[in-house]
């Protein structure tokens, strides 16, 4: 028997060459897709549920009242209760895909890639679906009945690009924390969990302490103030890109354990 | 064989786990274009050395080379690569479809048309949930995938969990056949070693993370065997030293002893001091090496009824 | 149909002697694949084609390129010639130390081939029972 015909590296049966670096980490995003439960149908159903509770809601408070008072005292918009999902999707993401990809025969680089490019895929679409329904929201006052859902304080009265902007930034940076409990749940399981929460809980008590008593307040103020609408949702890309990467540091040496 | 470079080379790798040693100073070669059998006892090392060759988990020393490269994190080695694993995880709410979608994005020479076949074969519901499959329906939806994307270098990883005689044979029938259509490089890892003795043509054996047998299958045939005869003839047998002695039963005044390292001459002094030699399987032959006691409830009967003898030795035809 | 303890390649050689000495494969006829064989005893294709090429080593089969191994003319009187060769080995010998074992010598022995081959002749030879 020669080894003429055996499969090896460069000898194919098929057509299709191998695979470039773009088409490696095109298909892990496209396998965050293959099943489209997780990844579209239920975020949209979340959305559209968190949509027709606060109009119920609000209409409600109208009938009741027959005042037409403006839901959520036009600070947080309801859509805010669509940002903690987005963490859990992005866990799930993570873990789950992971094993699923390296037994595929992805490498570790290719997958938080391709999760990245979904991440922001992702991002933009909702920001897209948002934005629409912010403008629909002030076409028709509230819904017919004043609620606050999509409209967001943080982007005022701006216009087009803002509002995509800002939607983006806060949905992205949702997905990159959630990243990172995924990959260190994978890494480290239970344990690194904690770690991680008991570390981000530190950290975010050790900055408030820190600011408080130093009495920064102001600064912090003025620094919101200075950046703007804007620059503060441009700037929230930097701490999700951060996340991002440690997400895959902490998935450079993970193993998919049974 | 012609081929230059071995699909697999190991040289001394070693992986602890903490104080554990799964993989103790492992060297070997698996040739491109063959079946392989690596075989041993659970938790033997075997899923280790696989998650280690195919860049899921790392070497701690020593050195694992596919194709000539490093496994690990290194895609033009990996793409060739399909591992096909008994505790694979799916995605929460994979259906058997969803696999069969996004496995073909990641093998170039998947064969969909041999994937529905095999679909029909192992009579695979679609469009259940991963999580409500059997156990062999779960094995199927792996062999399926392991079949079908044709790849250069294939694990299968106790491929068949909860998959009936008949499902078995199937997937030896498409393996073989497919094989020899496409040959490729194969490595089944298995402890139904009967099952599988003769697919194999070469074997790896495992035990306690160590090396203990690399060799082609052929050569293992014939190797060990039973000698059985008066005890003073057998231990005189043995004293000449030829042979290793891996396991004795003695009943009576008659002694069976399985031993290790039969060649022609060994043969002839055998049945000319009037002993029987009756052949063992392969995995009689693995189960004492590898210290364990059969565990085959038809083995012991069978020995006993060499013991008992009643053939001639002579003609092994 | 495939033994332990004794190498496969040399089992597939072997059967297809069989056939060929038996008439089964006449002289000049095809003889299946390799993957035919692989498939039909469930082996590997490389040990079939291993026990296929011994044969076309020896001149019992030959390769037509592109077709496939036929049976060499005059393959079944080498064979039976080789064969009756190994039959000295492999049943005469092993008989001997038999018969020596149980104090049967070979004029004896000789004796007791014929009547065992008259008595075959006659009828099939009844099972004995032994302790």
């Not at chain 2, 393996?175 to 259509?181: E, F, G, H, Q, V």
Request: glycine letters at 8%; proline letters at 4%; a neutral charge.
């Amino acid at each position: 028997m020669t080894a003429v015909g055996i499969l090896e590296p460069g000898a194919r049966n098929t057509a299709t060459g191998p695979a470039s670096s773009f088409e490696r980490v095109w298909r892990i995003v496209r396998l965050h897709y293959a099943n489209r439960l997780n990844s579209v149908i239920a975020p949209l159903n979340i959305a559209l549920l968190i949509f027709l509770v606060f109009w119920i809601v609000q209409a409600l408070v109208v009938y009741a009242t027959g005042q037409n008072v403006q839901s959520g005292q036009g600070n947080v918009p309801g859509l805010i209760y669509f940002l903690p999902y987005q963490i859990v999707f992005a866990v799930q993401a993570t873990n789950l895909t992971f094993a699923y990809a390296l037994g595929l025969s992805s490498t570790r680089r290719d997958f938080s890639l391709g999760t990245w490019l979904m991440f922001l895929i992702q991002s933009a679409g909702f920001s897209f679906i948002f934005t629409a329904m912010s403008y629909l929201e002030e076409w028709t006052t509230g819904w017919g009945v004043h609620a606050q859902i999509f409209h967001t304080p943080l982007y005022g009265t701006g216009g087009l690009g803002l509002r995509l902007l800002t939607f983006f930034s806060f949905v992205v940076f949702m997905q990159c924390v959630g990243s990172v409990f995924g990959a260190v749940f994978v890494r480290w399981h239970a344990v690194g969990l904690y770690v991680l929460g008991g570390a981000m809980v530190l950290v975010l008590l050790g900055s408030i302490a820190l600011i408080t008593f130093n009495q920064w307040w102001m600064s912090v103020g003025a620094w919101f103030v200075a950046v703007g609408p804007a620059g503060f949702a441009a700037w929230l890309l930097l701490p999700a890109a951060l996340f991002a990467v440690i997400g895959h540091l902490a998935l450079r040496r993970a193993t998919p354990k049974s | 064989m012609t081929t230059a470079t071995p699909a697999i080379e190991t040289r001394g790798l070693t992986k602890r786990f903490g104080a554990m040693t799964a993989l103790d100073d492992v060297t070997v070669t698996i040739p491109a274009g063959s079946i392989t059998g690596l075989l041993g006892r659970n938790g033997a090392g075997k899923t280790t050395l696989m998650h280690v060759l195919t860049g899921q988990d790392f070497p701690s020393e020593g050195e694992a080379r596919v194709f000539g490269q490093r496994p690990a994190e290194n895609a033009s080695v990996l793409q060739h690569i399909a591992f096909i694993k008994e505790s694979q995880k799916y995605p929460d709410d994979f259906k058997p479809k969803h696999v069969l979608t996004s496995a073909p994005w990641f093998f170039e020479n998947w064969d969909a048309d041999f994937a529905a076949q095999l679909v029909d074969d192992f009579r695979l519901p679609l469009n259940r949930r991963i999580k409500k499959l059997s156990r062999g329906q779960l094995s199927a939806v792996g062999v399926i995938v392991g079949l079908a994307s044709r790849a250069p270098l294939t694990f299968f990883d106790e491929p068949y969990l909860g998959l009936d005689a008949v499902a078995r044979q199937i997937f030896y029938d498409r393996l073989l056949t497919d094989y020899a259509k496409f040959p490729r490089t194969v490595v089944l890892s298995t402890h139904l070693i009967d099952e599988v003795a003769n697919l194999l043509e070469h074997v790896v054996v495992i035990d306690q993370g160590r090396v203990i047998l690399d060799s082609p299958a052929e050569e293992l045939r014939g190797r060990a065997a039973s000698v059985i005869g008066p005890r003073a003839e057998v231990d005189a047998f043995l004293a000449r030293g030829r042979v290793e002695t891996l396991h004795r039963e003695e009943l009576g005044g008659t002694a069976s002893v399985l031993v290790d390292g039969i060649d022609d001459v060994v043969r002839a002094d055998a049945l000319n001091s009037g002993l029987q030699l009756t052949p063992v399987t392969l995995q009689q032959l693995i189960v004492r090496r590898t210290g364990g006691v059969l565990n085959d409830a038809a083995a012991p009967a069978a020995e006993a009824a060499a013991l008992r003898g009643r053939r001639t030795a002579g003609a092994r035809r | 149909m495939i033994d332990e303890g004794k190498p496969i390649f040399l089992q597939i050689a072997e059967q297809i002697e069989n056939d060929i000495i038996e008439g089964a494969l006449a002289e000049e006829s095809q003889v299946p694949s390799t993957n035919e064989f692989a498939a039909f005893h469930r082996i590997n294709p490389a040990t079939a084609g291993k026990g296929v090429n011994l044969l076309v080593d020896e001149g019992v089969l030959y390769k037509k390129r592109g077709i496939g191994m036929f049976v060499a003319t005059g393959a079944r009187d080498v064979l039976i010639t080789k064969r009756r060769t190994q039959f000295v080995d492999d049943y005469v010998r092993p008989l001997l130390t038999e018969a020596a074992k149980l104090g049967i010598d070979p004029r004896t022995l000789s004796g007791l081939i014929q009547d065992a081959s008259a008595e075959a002749s006659a009828e099939p030879a009844p099972s004995r029972a032994h302790g």
